[in-house]
């Protein structure tokens, strides 16, 4: 069974960062596509990065780009959100999510497992 478990979400201060952890279990996912989604109260869920297997190559929505770092160890089957200067909007609970495709993809449709959720606060 799949398992993908976030972790390092909290209360921060605008202007601070945080590093979110995704911990993959049952499958290997080093061959795949990784991605971090984000759904902020009363809105839908929207897609913040990706990285792909092997290459490395990471994609990011605009509203993230030169702010987030999407990295993965694949010797430790996890993925990291580095996250910097971090603003009120940006306060989400953030998900994680996998694969089985090798090519990038932002649609959440095309990801196979999620996990829980956690959460990002970000005050002024």
């Known amino acids: 069974q799949v398992q993908l478990v976030e972790s390092g979400g909290g209360a921060v201060q605008a202007g601070d960062s945080l590093r979110l952890s995704c911990a993959a279990s049952?499958?290997?996912?080093?061959?795949?596509?990784m991605g971090w989604f984000r759904q902020a109260p009363g809105k839908e869920r929207e897609f913040v990065a990706a990285?792909?297997?092997?290459?490395?190559?990471?994609y990011y929505a605009d509203s993230v780009k030169g702010r987030f770092t999407i990295s993965r160890d694949n010797a430790k089957n996890t993925v990291y959100l580095q996250m910097n200067s971090l603003k009120p909007e940006d306060t989400a609970i953030y998900y994680c999510?996998?694969?089985?495709?090798?090519?990038?993809?932002?649609?959440?449709?095309?990801?196979?497992?999620w996990g829980q959720g956690t959460q990002v606060t970000v005050s002024s």
């Open positions: 999510a996998g694969t089985f495709r090798v090519t990038m993809t932002t649609s959440q449709r095309e990801y196979d497992y």
């Open positions: 049952g499958r290997t996912f080093r061959s795949y596509v």
């Open positions: 990285i792909s297997g092997s290459s490395g190559y990471t």
